[in-house]
């Protein structure tokens, strides 16, 4: 009787191993490197209770890991290209490859302590880095709604030479990377997924869970761009070396919330800039493009030598919480000093200092750009994006696309600076070839630290001036409602007896906002050209060589099911296993 049973149980575990699928999903996780987030200490702030701090982590974007064949070591992606047997098609591509978890300090020069994170320029063959601050569950991105409310950061720009930028910007991310959007992908923001911008990128690998390898070419030794973009809005908060900074909000008219797929004219690259479903140029506050050339940079009014707290303050129209955003506010802080932000001094422009619809009217007009920040809805279209909520990012990146001459420099460099607009640092404009500040400053870094969020006026001890504007007594009441604080709601596999050295030609540009205005010369407000190596702009190479070890001669994935062969292989095994045992019985 007891062979009988044991005999039928065999049975019905062959039909069950034999007939159960493998589903072989894309966007895989791997299991080469475990993927340890590094921890960030935050706080959350109120009128009422002041700050209450808590540690949260921050996740490396999946452009810069190392894709590899599920199972095995081959690249998927190897320098610019896709792996043309391991990736036939995106679909294939998809099922077939995995993200691999990062050693953040010693490949990416990533390094946090407390409340500080520092970002590296090159570590090894690996330059520039882009990171997103996840939820307390560390599961998703933290989410952020700051429509009357501000945001907080001390910054510390004094290494970050001319050509560099050191970018903390918000973007509309989905919080848990595209996951529950995209079934096909199983990696989501544990691995740093689902990364879209202003820009529209289309060097991001992996689009809406499928590899974005259809026409994909070639653009700098490590990046590409595939047939598809990656679009939503995007505040940029702080975008900024040593020499120039601005802020700038970039609306986008899509039809769905979060992260937008694009194709061909709606995407806006090139000649088509204007054609796309988002603004590119946005409306930037840059103090130096605005006719204040001695307010910003080092031994200036703001002190780019030392440390600054930087201020950045969301007002509506009727100072509440769901109310149209009005008003875009800066102010810094330095040595216990509160240092409102500088006036514009350019003809047909009010003197104003923070960003408006009128503001970025005049100025547009001013500088003769295209107002395409008006087309799609101006502040108040940046405020429905505010609403939603949106994903923190923080980045380190060289501009392949213009050289971040849209930032420190003249630009375009076929006007002369005494044209509005044109001159926006102090930089020349044979300055930030890629090439050469990687040669020449490869030890530049940007450190944010003290990240702070919560009602107008709470994040930080002096207060806060009145919005322009905006009665004393708004600027000075946010809302009792609570912050929004929530996202939404292991051990190395290394065994030193076999090792496979594997070269990933990781990802590409840092950024993510603005990029170089446009390659073909147009206007230039600010944006920043980056989203990963994002499209035209961009592209920090991001070469990630790791040395992975096979346990003995099976994949890393054996005993969790990587394959469907060697899943039936252990259900053979396990059967006749059985079988013995019935006999012997």
Request: hydrophobic residues 35%; charged residues 15%.
């Amino acid at each position: 009787m007891l062979r009988r049973a044991i005999l039928c149980v065999a049975m019905m575990m062959a039909v069950v191993c034999v007939s159960t699928p493998y589903y072989a999903y894309a966007q895989q996780a791997g299991a080469v490197t475990a993927e340890v987030h590094p921890s960030l200490s935050v706080a959350t702030c109120t009128s009422s209770s002041g700050c209450q701090s808590r540690t949260q982590s921050v996740v490396l974007d999946a452009n810069w890991r190392w894709i590899h064949r599920t199972g095995a070591y081959d690249n998927c992606y190897d320098g610019n290209q896709w792996s043309s047997s391991i990736c036939p098609n995106p679909s294939t591509c998809s099922s077939n490859c995995a993200l691999e978890g990062a050693q953040y300090q010693s490949t990416y020069g990533i390094a946090n302590s407390g409340n500080a994170l520092t970002l590296g320029f090159v570590t090894g063959t690996n330059v520039g880095s882009r990171v997103y601050l996840m939820d307390q569950n560390d599961r998703n991105y933290q989410i952020f709604k700051l429509k009357n409310r501000e945001f907080s950061v001390d910054v510390d720009v004094s290494n970050l030479p001319c050509g560099l930028n050191g970018a903390l910007y918000f973007v509309e991310m989905d919080a848990d990377g595209g996951m529950s959007r995209f079934p096909t992908n199983r990696a989501g923001a544990k691995f740093g997924t689902g990364y879209c911008d202003a820009q529209c990128p289309q060097d991001i690998k992996f689009i809406n869970g499928l590899a974005n390898s259809d026409g994909w070419t070639g653009s700098s030794s490590s990046s590409g761009n595939g047939k598809y973009g990656a679009c939503c809005a995007e505040m940029d908060i702080w975008e900024a070396n040593k020499m120039a900074t601005a802020f700038t909000p970039h609306p986008c008219s899509t039809s769905t919330p979060g992260q937008t797929q694009c194709e061909g004219l709606t995407c806006g690259a090139g000649a088509d800039r204007y054609n796309g479903i988002c603004d590119k140029d946005g409306c930037d506050f840059n103090s130096f493009r605005m006719g204040n050339k001695t307010f910003y940079g080092p031994g200036l009014t703001v002190d780019t030598n030392q440390k600054m707290t930087v201020v950045t303050q969301f007002f509506t129209v009727d100072g509440t919480d769901t109310g149209d955003l009005k008003e875009i506010r800066r102010i810094y802080i330095q040595n216990g000093k509160i240092i409102k932000n500088s006036a514009t001094k350019i003809a047909g422009v009010n003197p104003d200092d923070s960003i408006t619809d009128s503001f970025c009217s005049q100025a547009k007009t001013a500088f003769q750009d295209t107002n395409h920040f008006a087309t799609l809805g101006g502040m108040r279209a940046m405020g429905t994006s505010l609403d939603r909520g949106m994903v923190l990012v923080l980045s380190i990146w060289d501009d392949h696309a213009a050289n971040m001459l849209w930032l420190d420099s003249n630009y375009p460099t076929n006007k002369p600076d005494t044209v509005p607009g044109v001159a926006r640092g102090p930089c020349p404009t044979t300055s930030g070839v890629p090439a050469n500040v990687e040669r020449e400053f490869p030890r530049s870094s940007v450190q944010f630290s003290n990240i702070r969020w919560g009602d107008i006026g709470s994040t930080h001890p002096t207060g806060t001036p009145s919005s322009s504007g905006t009665p004393a007594a708004v600027a000075a009441t946010s809302s009792a409602s609570s912050v929004d604080s929530s996202g939404n709601n292991n051990n190395n596999n290394v065994n030193s007896a076999t090792t496979a050295s594997v070269t990933n030609s990781g990802s590409s540009s840092a950024s993510g906002s603005a990029g170089a205005s446009s390659t073909a010369g147009a206007s230039g407000a600010s944006s920043t050209g980056a989203s990963g190596g994002s499209n035209s702009s961009t592209s920090a190479s991001a070469v990630d060589t790791r040395t992975a070890a096979l346990s003995g001669n099976l994949p890393p994935n054996f005993l969790n099911g990587a394959s469907s062969l060697h899943r039936g292989v252990a259900s053979l095994l396990f059967i006749l296993v059985l079988v013995v045992l019935a006999v012997l019985l």
